[in-house]
């Protein structure tokens, strides 16, 4: 079974300090995203990865970076939180190519107050 | 730039009837990978179902199935006789192959009414 943790599952942060949202795979799957999800919005893509040590922005990166320090291991990473990143965030990690099923974390529910 | 759209954002259904829901998309892939994933009230996403654009055949996995009808940029998702706990949030999604991304539509809620 695939097998996606997120850490924390919610959190508190306050406007303009550090959040660090991690993210661990036990799938050996090579790829991993940082989705947003929004009502209204759907799932829209912050960051994400296909090999360790580099890192690619996805359609709404602005305010966020992403670290892939391992195969197994993504963060996402807000330097100063604000009021708009309000937000629920989800980890997903795939094979790739046309191993590209979508195993999703079970979310973190961020409030920026 | 590719695109996911599900313009319904809501639909109700009586229970153990068929629904269907839509989805279009836009691309410049010859070959992709379409999607279905459903968001259960706890927040859960799974993946549901698959439809590789090179195959003709419509997928079918349990009681869902896509009518996949690729002059249209079209991949509806069907679910035959709907239970209670088919209530969710359905998303339709595209792999972008040359991005090695994939995006999402907004989702459609689906309620299935006693």
């Known amino acids: 079974e695939a097998a996606v943790t997120q850490s924390p599952r919610s959190k508190v942060a306050v406007t303009g300090g550090k959040v660090t949202l991690s993210c661990h795979q036990t799938?050996?799957?090579?790829?991993m995203y940082w989705y947003r999800q929004d009502t209204g919005h759907g799932l829209r893509l912050i960051h994400y990865?296909?090999?360790?040590?580099?890192?690619e922005k996805g359609d709404i990166p602005d305010g966020y970076k992403a670290s892939r320090p391992s195969q197994e291991n993504f963060s996402l990473i807000l330097e100063l939180a604000s009021l708009s990143q309000t937000a629920v965030y989800f980890c997903?990690?795939?094979?790739?190519?046309?191993?590209?099923?979508?195993?999703f974390g079970a979310g973190t529910r961020l409030s920026v107050l | 730039a590719q695109k996911v759209t599900q313009t319904q954002t809501s639909i109700s259904v009586m229970e153990k009837t068929t629904v269907t829901m839509d989805c279009v998309y836009e691309?410049?892939?010859?070959?992709?990978?379409l999607f279905w994933y459903k968001q259960t009230a706890s927040g859960e996403i799974v993946f549901l179902i698959r439809?590789?654009?090179?195959?003709?055949e419509n997928a079918t996995v349990g009681h869902y199935s896509l009518n996949f009808q690729k002059p249209k940029s079209s991949i509806g998702l069907i679910i035959t006789a709907t239970q209670i706990e088919d209530s969710a949030v359905y998303f339709c999604?595209?792999?972008?192959?040359?991005?090695?991304?994939?995006?999402f539509g907004k989702g459609t809620h689906l309620h299935v009414l006693p």
């Open positions: 997903a990690s795939s094979g790739g190519q046309s191993q590209n099923t979508l195993y």
């Open positions: 799938n050996n799957h090579d790829y």
């Open positions: 990865s296909y090999v360790a040590d580099s890192t």
């Open positions: 691309t410049q892939d010859s070959s992709y990978f």
């Open positions: 439809q590789d654009s090179y195959k003709k």
């Open positions: 999604a595209m792999d972008d192959t040359n991005a090695y991304k994939v995006i």
